[in-house]
């Protein structure tokens, strides 16, 4: 149980261009969902929160227009990252959450912004 | 704030050896703390979890994890690496409370394990 997918798992864009990712909870219900970033060799860094049906609270540095998120259902947040330049370049890792605390990881998508 | 630091970006031990990451938290509140495993180019998998009951919390694959508050250390252990045990180790704090709950990262220990 406990399944969290994420679409595409790779994606090549070109600079400008604007690309979505999709999380989906496959097996419950997620009120909460979450959106990091990895750099190479890094540690994951907190995007923004979602919360179904409500507007995404973003980490402070995070552009909320250049990385847009939309938490349609209960089982589905996308990342919209609009006019991609090679700097969005980067592992992209959603997580949701069923309840208050813990959080089921999707296996992430490699953005690459030629 | 609640935060975490991992001593060590990199642990090698050989193959039957102990392995020992250590985590250290910093936290005003009693924690919830996390440690996962990622794979190369994959998501986060929960390896194990405290959350205030038994200090000593046994995870998934043969690891387990002691809480210190006195020493405010969480180290993640298993007696006898395996080779499918190389990857990158991260603990992980909760901050905030509820629904409102976030989880903050520590920067990685990566395991390489040496026959």
């Known amino acids: 149980g406990a399944v969290v997918s994420q679409h595409p798992s790779r994606v090549i864009c070109k600079s400008g261009t604007s690309v979505k990712i999709e999380c989906r909870s496959l097996d419950f219900q997620a009120t909460t969902m979450f959106w990091y970033r990895q750099f190479p060799k890094q540690s994951l860094m907190l995007m923004a929160t979602s919360n179904e049906g409500s507007k995404a609270t973003y980490e402070q540095g995070v552009e909320k227009d250049k990385f847009l998120i939309n938490h349609a259902s209960l089982t589905l947040s996308t990342l919209t990252v609009t006019s991609a330049h090679p700097e969005d370049s980067s592992f992209y890792i959603c997580s949701a959450r069923p309840g208050n605390y813990e959080q089921y990881f999707g296996p992430g998508t490699r953005l690459t912004v030629t | 704030a609640q935060s975490v630091t991992q001593l060590g970006s990199h642990v090698s031990v050989s193959e039957g050896a102990l392995v020992l990451l250590r985590c250290n938290y910093s936290s005003s509140v009693p924690p919830y703390l996390f440690w996962y495993v990622q794979y190369p180019n994959q998501g986060l998998q929960l390896l194990l979890k405290y959350t205030s009951a038994a200090t000593l919390v046994k995870g998934i694959n043969g690891f387990e994890a002691e809480f210190k508050k006195s020493e405010t250390s969480f180290h993640l252990t298993k007696p006898s690496a395996h080779m499918s045990d190389a990857a990158e180790y991260f603990c992980?704090?909760?901050?905030?409370?509820?629904?409102?709950?976030?989880?903050?990262f520590g920067t990685g220990t990566r395991l390489q394990v040496t026959l």
């Open positions: 992980a704090v909760t901050r905030g409370s509820g629904t409102a709950s976030k989880l903050t």
